[in-house]
T-cell receptor, first 112, second 114 residues
């Protein structure tokens, strides 16, 4: 079965640089979620999109922005990167009318 | 705000034995969903089992089952016939009805001894 695709899988950036993470949901899933998992921590909700509109917002820094495109893929844009942004970033998706979230493999971002 | 608590940072079980992981949550909502996710060393988050709060019957998925006690706000995971591949971090998670944000517990690291 098709799964959520995230790219890149690993990313190394320097402080103050920008990064773009991409997410391709499971086909026919209409809702996308972004989570951040720091070392030794549980995942923290950042933001979600339903039918290309932002549906909910969590603890996402103002330096981060995201959007969902017409083909339902989503991008998380991160600017002015800080050392504390080093984390595993997950994208998840849900099918129409259902609530369970299926996670991608994550993008490991390292800021040096 | 909802909170999810996993009081066991680490658990260990002998292969083929049964183990139960605990989870409690706090909410004022009456309709919500509960999940257990498995995170193996690959760091992939894998959905193990789900429970709708309006269902009294406990969910079961093969060797995995839950004990959902709504009044006590408790949602434990039982793994039967434990296998080496079950070794992972297990997260309990809460989702309010019509919500988007999963709230996770701190996780329980399960070790399986051969």
């Amino acid at each position: 079965a098709a799964g959520v695709i995230q790219s890149p899988r690993h990313l190394i950036k320097e402080k103050r640089e920008t990064a773009t993470l991409k997410c391709y949901p499971i086909p026919r899933h209409d809702t996308v979620y972004w989570y951040q998992q720091g070392p030794g921590q549980d995942p923290q909700f950042l933001i979600s999109f339903y039918e290309k509109m932002q549906s909910d917002k969590g603890s996402i820094p103002d330096r981060f922005s995201a959007q969902q495109f017409s083909d339902y893929h989503s991008e998380l844009n991160m600017s002015s990167l800080e050392l504390g942004d080093s984390a595993l970033y997950f994208c998840a998706s849900s099918p129409p009318g259902l609530y369970e979230q299926y996670f991608g493999p994550g993008t490991r971002l390292t800021v040096t | 705000a909802q909170t999810v608590t996993q009081s066991q940072p680490e658990m260990s079980v002998q292969e083929a034995e049964t183990v139960t992981l605990s989870c409690t949550y706090d909410t004022s909502e009456s309709d919500y969903y509960l999940f257990w996710y498995k995170q193996p060393p690959s760091r992939q988050m894998i959905l193990v089992i789900r429970q709708e709060a309006y269902k009294q019957q406990n969910a079961t998925e093969n060797r995995f089952s839950v004990n959902f006690q709504k009044a006590a706000k408790s949602f434990s995971l039982k793994i039967s016939d434990s296998q080496l591949g079950d070794a992972a971090m297990y997260f309990c998670a809460y989702l309010r009805d019509a919500g988007n944000m999963l709230t996770f517990g701190g996780g329980t690291r399960l070790m399986v001894k051969p």
